[in-house]
């Protein structure tokens, strides 16, 4: 007996101390000592149990100066002796991604800022991160680590756009802080993710601040703006995205009121670290440190005389990664004084830091987003959304009614030098795939079997034809209809050395469409009406990232639809609004001015008679208008008080009700005006936006909820704040512009609030 208790003590005691053993095993890798990590890993900066500041301060303290200098440009070498692959920070992700393999291709972000809809810019983003992660782990298995397959995306493009000569501007949201601010945040949360450790990719805002164009002079533009204009129009949406923790924050090529962006203490030193507490990376723009010591008089701001002292200035300014090759001046820069290496340090920690939440430091799996695979890039799903986004991007300016047309008519004519045209999807910062469809594709998969469809160029996109005779006119006579798709493509607008038809650096100097594509459509209207009793009607179709003179083509043609750069299903969404399988529900982000006149000079940074909120005169086409193929009516607008103090929330509601007879989306607009205030203010300005789907006859309640911010005023010194007085909320379908009722929009519901 006394033998079986000594052996059941000895098993107890020898279990006791198996699983103590055990437990002493697992508890290892928790660890955060650094002598028991290292036994793991051969390095404690590999080590995820321990501290980011732990890595981060590991890794800087293994690293010779030449090699921290390396891993501040945007193209970093391997250090093959610590297990660092090479790195390149330098991405394009701001339609889906870019210049890499190929990828699912969206709207260009004007035409996502024509759906004015958050959800579906998250969407969009969370697809495109998921397209990059899968495009990441499959390049970086196999090796390959070039530029653009990276995970560090610099987009969005949050600029706001003030003028629509900058060539740029289809990169933006559009014109309104609200709207940019909006979608800016959605974008960024989709790219970025929601774990709390990692990163799935990471967002970059550009370009900080105050930049919107003239291209051709960039790197010595000097953007003279009031404290008023860049606190209520130009800083809110960075601020926005730097809430939502955006990852990264570019700096400008030009300067802002006399100090260049990359260089700007109040910029980046006052307001993005100071007062807003943001804890990620500044990046330079591309070889825009070169500016510096670049003389004034020869392209350059003249803030250097030497490329080792703008690479300290830029540094010391907050400058954590440089694109270009500027920086391999610093070691230069310490050895004369001009800064320390413990500058250097810091900036590289705060720069580093993004590669670790990033998982780039940590053993294979640790990252939830490691195992996304490439069945999702380009995949069914992907395609649909990009259709989608197209779909409700497309904004219809005209329709006498012959719109949606059939899809069973004996005879089309598609004709104009984008029906075919792949630029005409893209736009710029674009990826490619091997289905991109064109519009002459999509209608021509939409159309009856039994019907005819002919296709004629007829135009060039720039220029006149030498050929005296064009046989493509002749159709517009013998068809049921004609689909002319005119407008612009990157060649003509957007980037300085990308726009290569362009003589004015992508810039759209000139507001009109090329007078060769006028003439043409004068030549189809003028063909399609030779039989009085017999008619014919004529479709315009217009691409472009900007706004455009399309008075004479509003004249000339029955129906005017304005699709953006519509991404790789542009052609089957084009096809899917003129057929009528779903109503157009676009909106415009941006004023389309009657012409140029009405606008300031384009240097002229002031808001004075810019935007919807200040232009001083109707525009041709005002921000926020967009038709369909129903009618919304708006009534019965109530709020919970008429009266508030200025801590007050306030609800808002309005019924609206779709009096027509096809099923559709409905863009609700509200507005803001200050009736009293002390300083100029807006006219008014778009403080919220909903997206409605409603069956006819259909109506439902849309609430708002307004807080104390939504009142506030911006005053000459910049400062914010809430006067007491009257104030006007409206809200409908479009800008509360004249000229929106005027075009066909729905007449705006309206109410006065009182804030004491």
Same mark, same amino acid.
């Given at each position: 007996?006394?033998?079986?208790? @000594?052996?059941?003590?000895?098993?107890?005691?020898?279990?006791?101390?198996?699983?103590?053993?055990?437990?002493?095993?697992?508890?290892?890798?928790?660890?955060?000592?650094?002598?028991?990590?290292?036994?793991?890993?051969?390095?404690?900066?590999?080590?995820?149990?321990?501290?980011?500041?732990?890595?981060?301060?590991?890794?800087?303290?293994?690293?010779?100066?030449?090699?921290?200098?390396?891993? $501040?440009?945007?193209?970093?070498?391997? !250090?093959?002796?610590?297990?660092?692959?090479?790195?390149?920070?330098?991405?394009?992700?701001?339609?889906?991604?870019?210049?890499?393999?190929?990828?699912?291709?969206?709207?260009?972000?004007?035409?996502?800022?024509?759906?004015?809809?958050?959800?579906?810019?998250?969407?969009?983003?969370?697809?495109?991160?998921?397209?990059?992660?899968?495009?990441?782990?499959?390049?970086?298995?196999?090796?390959?680590?070039?530029?653009?397959?990276?995970?560090?995306?610099?987009?969005?493009?949050?600029?706001?756009?003030?003028?629509?000569?900058?060539?740029?501007?289809?990169?933006?949201?559009?014109?309104?802080?609200?709207?940019?601010?909006?979608?800016?945040?959605?974008?960024?949360?989709?790219?970025?993710?929601?774990?709390?450790?990692?990163?799935?990719?990471?967002?970059?805002?550009?370009?900080?601040?105050?930049?919107?164009?003239?291209?051709?002079?960039?790197?010595?533009?000097?953007?003279?703006?009031?404290?008023?204009?860049?606190?209520?129009?130009?800083?809110?949406?960075?601020?926005?995205?730097?809430?939502?923790?955006?990852?990264?924050?570019?700096?400008?090529?030009?300067?802002?009121?006399?100090?260049?962006?990359?260089?700007?203490?109040?910029?980046?030193?006052?307001?993005?670290?100071?007062?807003?507490?943001?804890?990620?990376?500044?990046?330079?723009?591309?070889?825009?440190?070169?500016?510096?010591?670049?003389?004034?008089?020869?392209?350059?701001?003249?803030?250097?005389?030497?490329?080792?002292?703008?690479?300290?200035?830029?540094?010391?300014?907050?400058?954590?990664?440089?694109?270009?090759?500027?920086?391999?001046?610093?070691?230069?820069?310490?050895?004369?004084?001009?800064?320390?290496?413990?500058?250097?340090?810091?900036?590289?920690?705060?720069?580093?830091?993004?590669?670790?939440?990033?998982?780039?430091?940590?053993?294979?799996?640790?990252?939830?987003?490691?195992?996304?695979?490439?069945?999702?890039?380009?995949?069914?799903?992907?395609?649909?959304?990009?259709?989608?986004?197209?779909?409700?991007?497309?904004?219809?300016?005209?329709?006498?009614?012959?719109?949606?047309?059939?899809?069973?008519?004996?005879?089309?004519?598609?004709?104009?030098?984008?029906?075919?045209?792949?630029?005409?999807?893209?736009?710029?910062?674009?990826?490619?795939?091997?289905?991109?469809?064109? @519009?002459?594709?999509?209608?021509?998969?939409? !159309?009856?079997?039994?019907?005819?469809?002919?296709?004629?160029?007829?135009?060039?996109?720039?220029?006149?034809?030498?050929?005296?005779?064009?046989?493509?006119?002749?159709?517009?006579?013998?068809?049921?209809?004609?689909?002319?798709?005119?407008?612009?493509?990157?060649?003509?607008?957007?980037? /300085?050395?990308?726009?290569?038809?362009?003589?004015?650096?992508?810039?759209?100097?000139?507001?009109?469409?090329?007078?060769?594509?006028?003439?043409?459509?004068?030549?189809?209207?003028?063909?399609?009406?030779?039989?009085?009793?017999?008619?014919?009607?004529?479709?315009?179709?217009?691409?472009?990232?900007?706004?455009?003179?399309?008075?004479?083509?509003?004249?000339?043609?029955?129906?005017?639809?304005?699709?953006?750069?519509?991404?790789?299903?542009?052609?089957?969404?084009?096809?899917?609004?003129?057929?009528?399988?779903?109503?157009?529900?676009?909106?415009?982000?941006?004023?389309?001015?009657?012409?140029?006149?009405?606008?300031?000079?384009?240097?002229?940074?002031?808001?004075?008679?810019?935007?919807?909120?200040?232009?001083?005169?109707?525009?041709?086409?005002?921000?926020?208008?967009?038709?369909?193929?129903?009618?919304?009516?708006?009534?019965? @607008?109530?709020?919970?008080? $008429?009266?508030?103090?200025?801590?007050?929330?306030?609800?808002?509601?309005?019924?609206?009700?779709?009096?027509?007879?096809?099923?559709?989306?409905?863009?609700?607009?509200?507005? @803001?005006?200050?009736?009293?205030?002390?300083?100029?203010?807006?006219?008014?300005?778009?403080?919220?936006?909903?997206?409605?789907?409603?069956?006819?006859?259909?109506?439902?309640?849309?609430?708002?909820?307004?807080?104390?911010?939504?009142? /506030?005023?911006?005053?000459?010194?910049?400062?914010?704040?809430? /006067?007491?007085?009257?104030?006007?909320?409206?809200?409908?379908?479009?800008?509360? $512009?004249?000229?929106?009722? /005027?075009?066909?929009?729905?007449?705006?519901?309206?109410?006065?609030?009182?804030?004491?």
């Amino acid at each position: 007996m006394s033998r079986l208790l @000594i052996k059941v003590f000895v098993a107890v005691i020898f279990m006791f101390l198996m699983l103590r053993c055990t437990n002493r095993s697992e508890n290892k890798v928790g660890n955060d000592d650094k002598s028991s990590s290292t036994k793991t890993y051969e390095f404690p900066f590999q080590d995820p149990s321990l501290t980011l500041d732990k890595r981060i301060d590991d890794l800087i303290s293994r690293l010779t100066l030449e090699e921290k200098v390396d891993q $501040m440009m945007n193209g970093t070498s391997a !250090i093959e002796r610590l297990s660092i692959p090479p790195y390149d920070y330098w991405n394009e992700a701001l339609h889906g991604v870019g210049r890499a393999s190929a990828a699912t291709v969206y709207p260009q972000a004007i035409g996502l800022g024509a759906t004015f809809d958050k959800d579906l810019v998250y969407r969009v983003s969370s697809a495109i991160s998921d397209e990059a992660r899968a495009l990441y782990n499959a390049t970086s298995e196999k090796g390959n680590y070039n530029r653009y397959n990276g995970l560090t995306f610099w987009t969005p493009n949050i600029n706001i756009f003030r003028d629509p000569r900058w060539g740029r501007g289809q990169e933006t949201y559009g014109e309104d802080p609200y709207l940019t601010s909006a979608l800016g945040a959605s974008f960024v949360n989709g790219l970025q993710g929601d774990h709390p450790d990692y990163l799935k990719t990471a967002a970059c805002a550009k370009h900080f601040a105050v930049h919107s164009g003239p291209e051709q002079v960039r790197h010595e533009f000097n953007a003279e703006v009031s404290q008023k204009d860049l606190w209520e129009t130009y800083l809110p949406a960075f601020k926005v995205l730097v809430d939502a923790n955006v990852e990264a924050v570019m700096c400008a090529y030009n300067s802002t009121n006399g100090e260049p962006c990359c260089a700007n203490n109040y910029l980046i030193t006052e307001v993005l670290r100071d007062s807003w507490g943001f804890k990620g990376h500044v990046l330079s723009d591309c070889w825009a440190i070169v500016d510096f010591f670049t003389p004034k008089g020869q392209g350059g701001h003249g803030a250097s005389s030497t490329m080792a002292e703008a690479a300290a200035l830029a540094v010391k300014s907050g400058v954590s990664l440089n694109c270009g090759d500027s920086y391999e001046a610093l070691p230069e820069a310490i050895q004369q004084g001009l800064i320390t290496e413990k500058e250097l340090d810091e900036q590289l920690s705060i720069l580093l830091r993004t590669r670790f939440k990033l998982g780039m430091f940590d053993p294979k799996g640790s990252s939830p987003y490691d195992d996304i695979s490439m069945n999702v890039v380009n995949s069914e799903a992907h395609r649909n959304l990009a259709k989608e986004a197209a779909q409700k991007s497309i904004v219809l300016l005209k329709n006498n009614g012959i719109l949606p047309l059939k899809n069973n008519l004996s005879k089309y004519f598609i004709t104009g030098p984008n029906a075919t045209s792949i630029e005409a999807l893209l736009g710029n910062y674009y990826g490619v795939n091997s289905n991109l469809v064109t @519009i002459m594709e999509g209608i021509s998969a939409a !159309i009856h079997p039994a019907s005819q469809l002919q296709y004629r160029l007829g135009a060039m996109l720039n220029k006149k034809s030498l050929n005296p005779i064009n046989y493509a006119t002749g159709n517009a006579a013998n068809s049921d209809v004609t689909i002319a798709v005119l407008g612009l493509t990157s060649t003509l607008e957007g980037e /300085e050395g990308d726009s290569i038809d362009s003589s004015t650096a992508g810039d759209r100097l000139d507001y009109n469409l090329p007078e060769n594509q006028i003439e043409y459509l004068k030549d189809l209207r003028e063909t399609a009406d030779k039989n009085p009793e017999d008619k014919k009607p004529i479709v315009a179709i217009i691409t472009g990232g900007s706004p455009v003179n399309l008075k004479e083509v509003y004249e000339l043609a029955d129906a005017v639809l304005f699709v953006w750069y519509p991404g790789e299903e542009g052609g089957t969404a084009v096809a899917d609004v003129i057929f009528g399988n779903v109503s157009p529900s676009g909106r415009l982000p941006i004023t389309f001015p009657e012409s140029l006149n009405q606008l300031p000079p384009y240097e002229d940074y002031s808001m004075k008679g810019r935007t919807y909120r200040y232009m001083n005169s109707e525009p041709m086409f005002p921000f926020g208008f967009g038709l369909s193929y129903t009618h919304f009516t708006y009534s019965e @607008i109530k709020a919970s008080k $008429m009266n508030i103090s200025s801590n007050e929330k306030l609800n808002v509601e309005v019924t609206l009700t779709n009096s027509g007879e096809v099923k559709s989306d409905e863009v609700v607009q509200m507005y @803001i005006s200050d009736l009293e205030a002390s300083v100029a203010v807006p006219y008014f300005q778009l403080i919220n936006t909903k997206r409605i789907t409603l069956e006819p006859g259909a109506s439902q309640s849309v609430k708002f909820e307004l807080s104390p911010k939504d009142f /506030e005023i911006v005053k000459e010194d910049g400062s914010r704040t809430i /006067e007491p007085g009257k104030f006007k909320i409206y809200i409908g379908g479009s800008s509360p $512009m004249k000229r929106s009722v /005027e075009l066909g929009a729905s007449k705006m519901s309206e109410l006065e609030i009182s804030v004491h």
